[in-house]
């Protein structure tokens, strides 16, 4: 199924919204999928290290069933022929452009005869840098023989760097995959990756994250964040016109700093003196003075002022630092 020309400029510009985190995901996808002629769709990425290679998860899925959508990302994105083929074309590869019987495959068993697909497309999406890993792909199929026309893969492959923002939206070049990507406006919390549940921050934390980007005068801020489970997080809150958008991803250790250090040290990369520290974290002179020397040999600084240049430089700051320093 063809599209004229005013479509596919607007379905550029949806997905660079998307890819920007101003809309869902789904909507350039769920676009994609029906004005195409197709059945079903998912964005897949691949992000989390794995022993066998890397693990797959759907960013977006529309229609596939979920034990389809289990072998799409496990079975079908680690192993099945046709899919080392378009990573090898680094191209869009069409169930009609196979070069063998597709029907000798396990996917064709497991995935394209149970559910009557007769038709599909795989889109690898290309990586942000050159020698980066592939970062996922788009699987779309139908249960029409009609593969879809060459125009439209040509239109598609050259969006396919847009799309490739869709995995992770509104990551700049040298961010951290994040695991869950919020759109937050007034009292209105949209989900544009991931899972709300799986967010390390309360509602107030959440809302104390949304004040603290809008009062901050950079339109990106980072912190890390230390969750109830004791896993570290961080968190980049990036400010939008009438928005905010929270990125969030699993981290190490900062610098094997505890939190309450890692408060501590936030605030003096500010250039707080100790008193304004204490004051602001209810804790005594003397433990800010402890926190300060205990941060100075876990991260090898010499001073102060050496302590503060390494927090900016790695932004080890956290949501109580920025909350102190925006009230």
């Not at 063998?100 to 064709?108: A, H, L, M």
């Not at 879809?148 to 799309?163: F, I, P, Q, R």
Request: with cysteine; hydrophobic share 45%.
């Amino acid at each position: 199924m063809a599209a004229d020309v005013q479509w596919w400029v607007r379905l550029a510009g949806e997905i660079r919204a998307a890819g920007r985190g101003e809309m869902p995901v789904d909507a350039p996808l769920r676009s994609v999928r029906d004005t195409l002629g197709f059945d079903c769709a998912a964005l897949v990425t691949s992000r989390l290290p794995h022993p066998g290679g890397a693990t797959h998860t759907a960013v977006a899925n529309l229609g596939y069933p979920a034990e389809t959508l289990a072998y799409i990302t496990a079975t079908y994105s680690r192993t099945c022929p046709v899919h080392q083929l378009a990573l090898r074309r680094g191209t869009h590869l069409r169930f009609a452009d196979v070069p063998f019987d597709i029907r000798e495959t396990r996917t064709y068993r497991d995935a394209i005869l149970p559910n009557d697909f007769r038709e599909g497309l795989t889109l690898p999406l290309p990586p942000p840098a050159a020698g980066a890993p592939n970062p996922g792909f788009l699987a779309m199929s139908s249960r029409h023989a009609t593969p879809l026309d060459d125009a439209s893969c040509l239109a598609l492959t050259m969006l396919s760097h847009d799309l490739a923002a869709l995995l992770d939206p509104g990551a700049e070049a040298d961010d951290t995959a994040a695991e869950v990507v919020l759109w937050v406006s007034q009292d209105l919390v949209e989900i544009r990756t991931g899972d709300l549940g799986r967010v390390p921050l309360t509602r107030t934390e959440l809302h104390l994250a949304v004040q603290a980007a809008v009062a901050a005068t950079a339109d990106r801020t980072g912190f890390h964040h230390r969750a109830a489970d004791g896993n570290w997080w961080r968190i980049d809150a990036v400010r939008r016109a009438d928005a905010v958008l929270l990125r969030i991803g699993r981290t190490a250790t900062p610098g094997r700093l505890t939190s309450r250090e890692l408060d501590v040290v936030g605030l003096v990369a500010r250039g707080w003196p100790n008193e304004r520290i204490s004051q602001a974290l209810g804790i005594t002179v003397r433990t800010v003075r402890s926190h300060i020397e205990s941060s100075l040999l876990k991260l090898g600084c010499p001073n102060r002022t050496a302590l503060a240049r390494t927090a900016f430089e790695h932004q080890l700051d956290t949501l109580r630092a920025l909350h102190a320093a925006t009230r």
